[in-house]
C-alpha cells in the first residue's frame, strides 16, 4: 500500500530541547516537503527536496533543519524549539513538484 | 512571493446545492491543483490541472484553469454531508524555484 508516514503523530515538548520528526515514503517519489498548518494561516512550506542530497528552502525555513540521505525518508530537524514552533506538520510527498500526497500529521507543543 | 487567495472563506450549504469557490493568484501559474483536507487528517489532492483552459472533472467536482493563468475555479454539484471540509487550491511557484504554494482555503460546511 502506497502511503507516506509521520513520526510521531503527536509530540509535547519543551523549549530548547532537540527534536526530530520523521517521514518516510515507500512510493519511490523524487520529491519531498514539509509544511506546517497555522489557523488562519493555511499551509507554509518549510523546506522540500528535490531528490537525495538536494533540499531547499521554502517560505518559512527559519529554526529548522532537514536532511535527504536516503530517497525514502526526510527527518525535519528542530535544533532548538520554541513555542512559536507549536503546530502541525504535515509531510508530502510527489513523483514531480506537481501533485502532492501528504502524510497524516505530527501535531507538535512546543511549552 | 507569490500568493493565491481564495474565496469565500468559508460557505454554509443546504445538501443537494452546488457550490463554487475560485483561487487567484497576482502572476501566473503553470500548475494548478485542487485539494481537501478533512478534519484531523492531511489534504488529499482531488484535481490537477497542466493547461490553461482546461476542464477536468472528477466525480462530482469540476475544476478549470483560467484562461489568464492568474485563477482557477472548483465547482461541486449536489452537495453532500461528507463534502465538509477545507478545499485548497495550490501550485508549484513560477519564479525558478520548486517552492509549493497553497490558498488560503475555502472551509464548506454542508447543513443536512
Known amino acids: 500500500e502506497a502511503q507516506v508516514t509521520q513520526n510521531p503523530r503527536y509530540l509535547i515538548t519543551v523549549t530548547g530541547k532537540k527534536l526530530t520528526v520523521t517521514c518516510s515514503q515507500n512510493?519511490?517519489?523524487?520529491?519531498m516537503s514539509w509544511y506546517r498548518q497555522d489557523p488562519g494561516l493555511g499551509l507554509r512550506q518549510i523546506y522540500y527536496?528535490?531528490?537525495?542530497?538536494?533540499?531547499d528552502k521554502g517560505d518559512v525555513p527559519e529554526g529548522y533543519k532537514v536532511s535527504r540521505k536516503e530517497k525514502r525518508n526526510f527527518p525535519l530537524i528542530l535544533e532548538s524549539p520554541s513555542p512559536n514552533q507549536t503546530s502541525l506538520y504535515f509531510c508530502?510527498?510527489?513523483?514531480?513538484?506537481?501533485?502532492?500526497?501528504f502524510g497524516p500529521g505530527t501535531r507538535l507543543t512546543v511549552t | 512571493g507569490q500568493q493565491l487567495n481564495q474565496s469565500p472563506q468559508s460557505m454554509f450549504i443546504q445538501e443537494g446545492e452546488d457550490v463554487s469557490m475560485n483561487c487567484t493568484s497576482s502572476s501566473i501559474f503553470n500548475t494548478w491543483l485542487w485539494y481537501k483536507q478533512d478534519p484531523g487528517e492531511g489534504p488529499v489532492l482531488l484535481i490537477a490541472?497542466?493547461?490553461?483552459?482546461e476542464l477536468t472533472s472528477n466525480g462530482r467536482l469540476t475544476a478549470q484553469f483560467g484562461i489568464t493563468r492568474k485563477d482557477s475555479f472548483l465547482n461541486i454539484s449536489a452537495s453532500i454531508p461528507s463534502d465538509v471540509g477545507i478545499y485548497f487550491c495550490a501550485g508549484p511557484n513560477t519564479s525558478g524555484t520548486y517552492k509549493y504554494i497553497f490558498g488560503t482555503g475555502t472551509r464548506l460546511k454542508v447543513l443536512a
Open positions: 490541472l497542466y493547461k490553461a483552459g
Open positions: 512510493m519511490n517519489h523524487e520529491y
Open positions: 508530502a510527498t510527489g513523483q514531480s513538484s506537481y501533485e502532492q500526497y
Open positions: 527536496s528535490m531528490n537525495v542530497e538536494v533540499t
